[in-house]
């Protein structure tokens, strides 16, 4: 017990960092979806890919057919998809993490079956699928 009393700032110190760790797994996650689900959303048609890396990453190599709309300019332009409402919406960002929130603004803004590529373009790289510059 002194232990504790003693170190008090330090054991608070730990159970802090402890909970900073566990922070982005208990966050909300929007719909995800495996690179090979992927390719079955693409297959079916009626999809709508959107990468939101910035222009240079997306330059680099993308999937093909989608559109760049970058992450920052994401809620000014998501006007642009309007028209795809029906179908489903892709989203591509270089590791997954950032899809998820271009996903969750998908869905606030009325898009249904809106996803995002879990691992993201890495992830499709490494299950050797194509990509184009």
Known sequence: ????LDNLLLIGIAVMSGGALLLPALMPRG?????????QIINR???VLVDIRTPEEFAAGHLRDAKNIPLADFDKRIGELDKSKSKS??????SGARADKAVRLLQAAG?????????GLAAW???????VK
């Open 111 to 119: 898009f249904e079956d809106a996803l995002a590529l879990d691992g």
């Open 89 to 94: 919406i892709v989203v591509v960002c270089q």
């Open 1 to 4: 017990m002194k232990f504790i």
């Open 45 to 47: 048609g009626k999809h």
């Open 31 to 39: 719909k995800r979806a495996s690179a090979t689900e992927v390719v």
């Open 125 to 131: 790289q490494a299950a050797s699928l194509p990509t």
